[in-house]
């Protein structure tokens, strides 16, 4: 099917930013180990500083599925509790993936001729 890419977007109030950090960051250095995962980020809003992101990709669904019934995830759903509005939750497939030769090809490719 495809690598499963993982966001959760959220305003965490700055009397909970710690504690959220905190628990987000331990969960990280676990998730990573975790079979089926290229990676696990967390950022920080520039402009809002109450926003965090937290970002993980995975070999498959089936990997995913099986971090979500894990006791760690159990810890991310605590810090989404805190959040002072819904957060922005989303599980994208992303079934193919390009990096540096896209934009060669895009680079060298010609613009068609302005019509009158």
């Known amino acids: 099917m ?3 890419r993982t966001t ?3 305003l ?3 009397e909970k930013q710690s504690e959220a950090l905190e628990i987000l960051e331990s969960t990280i250095e ?3 180990f975790e079979p089926g995962c290229i990676s ?3 950022y920080r809003g ?3 500083e109450g926003s965090i992101m937290l970002e993980e990709l995975w070999m498959s ?3 995913v599925q099986r971090h979500l019934r894990s006791d760690k995830y159990t810890k991310v759903l605590l810090v989404v509790e805190m959040a002072a509005e819904l957060p922005e939750i989303r599980f994208d497939t992303i079934v193919q993936s390009s990096g540096v030769e896209t934009i060669e090809k895009a680079r060298n490719q010609k613009e068609p001729a302005n019509r009158i």
């Open 12 to 14: 965490i109030p700055l």
């Open 8 to 10: 959760i977007r959220m």
């Open 61 to 63: 669904d089936e990997d």
């Open 2 to 4: 495809g690598m499963v």
């Open 40 to 42: 696990c980020r967390l």
């Open 46 to 48: 520039v402009d809002d």
């Open 30 to 32: 676990q998730t990573q």
